[in-house]
């Protein structure tokens, strides 16, 4: 996304992460945190619908919360619909290239280690061709991951 900061044009490079209210416990917080590395990095309260790569059209003022860690880029906003049993996924890899590592946003666990190429499920590093669904081992939280894209032209 481009943006004028200070009347200089920067790229700033984000991930869109969408909720929904959760019915079943709709005061409950939990701390959202990044999927690179698996900083807390959000107090957020419903459940998470959507992760995608880039900036999805608002519905409202868009604010960006910066993991301090891996300096990832994050913008929530909120939908109104039902929870799937899946979070959706669009992943893109860091900037600075290599393996990324998905970790689970509930418990930080590491759950897939992706590149542009190809991802794979840990710990048994088993191969997944997106779309492919697959769960945390930990939490069991499942996630549906659709694709795997740059954010760098």
């Known amino acids: ?32 945190h990044c999927y690179h590395c698996g900083t807390g990095i959000q ?3 419903g459940n998470v619908v959507r992760i995608g790569a880039g900036i999805t059209l608002p519905q409202s003022v868009m604010t960006f919360q910066q993991c301090h860690r891996c300096k990832e880029n994050y913008t929530f906003q909120i939908v109104h619909m039902k929870a799937p ?10 900037v600075e290239g290599g393996v990324s590592t998905f970790h689970c946003i509930i ?21 997944i061709i997106p779309p492919s669904l697959f769960a945390c081992t930990q939490c069991g939280k499942i996630y549906l991951l659709n694709d795997v894209v740059s954010l760098v032209v």
């Open 43 to 45: 107090r957020i309260k």
């Open 85 to 94: 049993t899946a979070i959706k996924l669009t992943l893109t890899p860091q």
């Open 107 to 127: 418990c930080r666990q590491p759950v897939l280690q992706y590149t542009l190429e190809k991802a794979v499920k840990l710990p048994k590093m088993t191969p």
């Open 1 to 32: 996304m481009k943006v004028s900061i200070l009347d200089q044009p920067s790229e700033i490079l984000t991930q869109t992460v969408t909720l929904t209210t959760n019915k079943d416990k709709p005061d409950n917080l939990f701390l959202f």
